[in-house]
């Protein structure tokens, strides 16, 4: 069974940095890909920034330039550097977990962990 943990959110400044870890400490049988996404309040789900077991990347243009996601694949951990924050990255960002070829769709989810951000 896949487990995720997310860790490092909080509340920072705008213009601040914070780092989000997420680390599969369950099964990894079938998991290629993970990511990052945010539910701001009020609003739906979204893609944040994919990875590959490769390093494959994508990113959601509203962070490009501003977040950077990393895998260490040996302790199945995945990253978010979150650089220049806005009021608007204010969310609960979940980790998820999945295969590539489905991506951007995610098969396992984090608990998630909030990300306040203010002006």
């Known amino acids: 069974q896949v487990q995720l943990v997310e860790s490092g959110g909080g509340l920072v400044q705008a213009g601040g940095s914070l780092r989000l870890s997420c680390v599969n400490s369950?099964?990894?049988?079938?998991?290629?890909?993970m990511g990052w996404y945010r539910q701001p309040p009020g609003k739906q789900r979204e893609l944040v920034a994919t990875?590959?077991?490769?390093?494959?990347?994508n990113y959601a243009d509203p962070v490009k330039g501003r977040f950077t996601i990393a895998i260490d694949n040996a302790k199945n951990t995945v990253y978010l550097q979150m650089t220049s924050l806005k009021p608007e990255d204010t969310a609960v960002y979940y980790c998820?977990?999945?295969?590539?070829?489905?991506?951007?769709?995610?098969?396992?989810w984090g608990q998630g962990t909030q990300v306040t951000v203010s002006a």
């Open positions: 998820g977990a999945g295969r590539w070829w489905r991506l951007p769709q995610i098969d396992y």
């Open positions: 369950g099964s990894t049988f079938n998991i290629n890909a």
């Open positions: 990875i590959t077991s490769g390093g494959n990347t």
